[in-house]
């Protein structure tokens, strides 16, 4: 599998363009309840001015980072396991080495608890690093994750409730008071320590053709060496929904709602709350043939999810899925 994409950032004084390919081959071996998977994976970024006619600029950029991935499935009975390891190798941050561990049990009919474990890598991607609004200086990001879960289905009605708790290292995320490189907007920076711990509530329930659905987040995303909480991560956030299936269509309602947020690291600058209603419908037109259709904002809500970045108002997508049978 090859996939590029290409994303250019271009306010009128500043042009920057990021190219990215990537390469994945992956294969699945099953024996039994027993499911072996293994991928090999690479990624290249360059970054560099698109108006300048050389590369030979000390804006171009470029790094790889080489992956190989191996897992273990396992489901029996009751019982079911997960394992994944994983090694990067990037070119200029070097190797790393990442893993998890999950296992499931049903305790009782419908009933199942969750445990799972893990660590996890990421690299700055030359953008945050080298634009205008990056630090040459950014270090990648590590962590440590944990979860308990206990969820219920019996066809009808499902729940699940899930506590978190992940501890970071160099989060990177975006600081606006820093002035550690050009713009005076900001710049990408660093979170020594950082901690993200919290409770996930979610259920549905289907009355004949109608199903009704929610989910409530609290979360406790905090700094740990200044205390206070991590900027644009509001600690609750909840949607509720309702799906009605007519006449071969599947009409859906949902409502999102967010508590405030703070702009910055100090805690100085709010950003409030928000609710929005969003609905959807899909059908099949004709055989293998699905109509696909939304409309996100409907009341055309003006709120930020970043301080002074303007967010979409009404939004209306309609769209044709072809699915051969």
């Known amino acids: 599998q090859r996939y590029e994409t290409s994303v250019k950032p271009a306010p009128a004084d500043y042009i920057t363009q990021t190219r990215l390919r990537g390469y994945l081959f992956q294969n699945e071996y099953r024996?039994?309840?027993?499911?072996?998977?293994?991928?090999?994976?690479?990624?290249?970024?360059?970054?560099?001015?698109?108006?300048?006619?050389?590369?030979?600029t000390t804006l171009f950029r470029k790094r790889s980072q080489d992956a190989l991935a191996l897992g273990y499935g396992f489901v029996q009975g009751p019982h079911s396991l997960q394992i994944n390891l994983r090694h990067d190798q990037d070119s200029e941050f070097g190797g790393r080495n990442t893993g998890s561990v999950a296992?499931?049990?049903e305790f009782m009919k419908n009933?199942?608890?969750?445990?799972?474990?893990?660590?996890?890598?990421?690299?700055?991607?030359?953008?945050?690093?080298f634009s205008e609004y990056g630090d040459a200086g950014l270090r990648p990001e590590t962590s440590r994750n944990a979860e308990l879960g206990l969820r219920?289905?019996?066809?009808?009605?499902?729940?699940?409730?899930v506590a978190y708790h992940n501890r970071v290292r160099n989060l990177i995320t975006f600081d606006y008071s820093s002035t550690a490189c050009e713009s005076f907007f900001g710049c990408y920076a660093n979170v020594n320590r950082a901690k993200y711990e919290g409770v996930t509530l979610a259920a549905s329930h289907r009355f004949g053709d109608v199903t009704l659905r929610g989910s409530l987040d609290y979360q406790n995303p905090r700094d740990l060496d200044t205390h206070h909480l991590l900027p644009l991560r509001a600690q609750v956030h909840g949607t509720l929904g309702a799906d009605w299936r007519v006449g071969g269509w599947t009409l859906g309602a949902e409502l999102q709602a967010s508590g405030r947020r703070w702009a910055d690291a100090a805690?100085?600058?709010?950003?409030?709350?928000?609710?929005?209603?969003?609905?959807?419908a899909t059908g099949e037109v004709a055989r293998d043939l699905t109509l696909v259709a939304r409309v996100d904002n409907v009341a055309d809500k003006n709120y930020q999810l970043v301080k002074d970045y303007a967010t979409a108002g009404r939004?209306?997508?309609?769209?044709?899925?072809?699915?051969?049978?």
């Open 31 to 56: 024996v039994g309840s027993h499911l072996f998977t293994a991928a090999l994976e690479r990624r290249e970024d360059k970054l560099f001015n698109p108006a300048l006619d050389s590369f030979s």
């Open 103 to 105: 296992y499931g049990y």
């Open 111 to 129: 009933w199942r608890v969750t445990a799972a474990a893990g660590t996890a890598f990421r690299a700055p991607t030359l953008y945050q690093r």
């Open 152 to 161: 219920y289905n019996d066809g009808t009605t499902s729940a699940s409730l």
């Open 267 to 280: 805690n100085t600058q709010r950003l409030g709350g928000y609710g929005i209603v969003n609905l959807s």
């Open 315 to 325: 939004t209306v997508y309609v769209g044709l899925k072809w699915s051969p049978r």
